[in-house]
Structures are given as structure tokens and as C-alpha cells.
């Protein structure tokens, strides 16, 4: 897991893990130089079993990728995310801003420098959860399910899912002050 990955939106203005941080709102809203899609992505299935954490055993969050799919009208993944922590976390209400983003490589540069410069891609919410996102986390507890979005994704461009936002109820380890959000390393690209 590369730590220029993680997005902690303490305050606008804010420097985190080097990086000076927009606010919540105007990274969100994205920037016009996603992908234009010149075609959509034809219907795939991908089977990734790809995992991040953040933290260390027993203060962190792991996040799950196991399979996405390209769907008629839209896109479905299958994520999971565990609080391996001491601590509970509310899910972001009303906006639930889990997703996905679309970028024109799969280098992991591009999103470091993109997160850097605030021309992050518009985030692609999710829309419809199975089961449920819990309003709460809980420590030891693992919420997997698989989010959808409607939709067609420009054939490719490569897909980061967005997990966040997570705030800690109550007193929680330093990496954890503020809001979460996280974007996967991982990128997984569409086939043409």
C-alpha cells in the first residue's frame, strides 16, 4: 500500500502525507480531464482479489476489491472493508461517497500527481449497495457487498474504486484525525 494513496481531509488547506489537500468539495467535484469516453467499454467480468490497508495491525482499515464487472447500463463491484481498530467509524451520510474514478492510466503517478495538483477525476458514486453500507463500522467488523453505479465507462481507461468517507467516533490513532477517504493503487483497465 503506497501512503500517497491515502487522503485525509482534515481541513482545507491541510498538509497531508505531503501533499496539500483541497477541500472535501472541490475534490469531489473532479476536474475535465478525465477520459473523454470516445466508446463505452464493452459488458467484462474481472476476478482481482486485490487488498489495501492502511495503519498497522490492530489501528487500521482494509480494503477490499474481489471482482468488477462492465454490465449493461452501468458497472458492479464487489468491495469489502474491514475495521481492524479500536475505534468505530461513521460512513459519510447522506453522500455514502463510495464509487469509482476513471483515469487514463494505471500508473500510479498519475493519481499521486493528479491528487497533488486537485484535478482528481469526478468520482462515479455507487448508488445502490447489497447488502446495506452500515451507518457505523464497528471495531473487528467487515461490511462486504457489492455497490453498482449506473452508467456506460470509457472503453480504455482504467478504474480506481473510492472508498470514504470514514470518521473515527471518538479517540482514534493519528492516521485516523479527520476524514477518510481512500482510492485504490490498484487500477484495473477496461477492455476496448
Known amino acids: 500500500m503506497r501512503r500517497s494513496t491515502l487522503l485525509i481531509l482534515i481541513a482545507a488547506g491541510a498538509a497531508v502525507v505531503g501533499f496539500t489537500i483541497a477541500s472535501a468539495a472541490e475534490r469531489m467535484r473532479g476536474s475535465e480531464s478525465e477520459p473523454v469516453p470516445s466508446r463505452p467499454a464493452p459488458a467484462q467480468v474481472a476476478k482481482l482479489d486485490w487488498h489495501e490497508k492502511i495503519g498497522s495491525a490492530g ?72 447488502p446495506p453500507l452500515p451507518d457505523t ?35 482514534a490513532p493519528d492516521i485516523f484525525k479527520g476524514s477518510l477517504l481512500w482510492i485504490t493503487d490498484h487500477a484495473y483497465p477496461l477492455q476496448r
Do not use: C
Open 59 to 130: 489501528e487500521r482499515l482494509e480494503f477490499g476489491w474481489d471482482r468488477f464487472q462492465v454490465v449493461r447500463g452501468g458497472w458492479r463491484a464487489h468491495i469489502s472493508v474491514t475495521n481492524d481498530s479500536q475505534v468505530a467509524f461513521e460512513l459519510d451520510k447522506p453522500n455514502r461517497s463510495f464509487g469509482l474514478m476513471l483515469f487514463s492510466s494505471g500508473k500510479h503517478q498519475d493519481l499521486t500527481e493528479r491528487n497533488s495538483a486537485g484535478t482528481l477525476p469526478a468520482v462515479r458514486f455507487g448508488v445502490s449497495y447489497k
Open 137 to 171: 463500522l464497528e471495531p473487528k467488523e467487515t461490511w462486504e457487498g457489492t455497490m453498482s453505479g449506473p452508467g456506460a465507462l470509457a472503453a480504455g481507461s482504467w478504474v480506481r474504486i473510492v472508498f470514504g468517507y470514514f470518521d473515527a467516533v471518538g479517540a
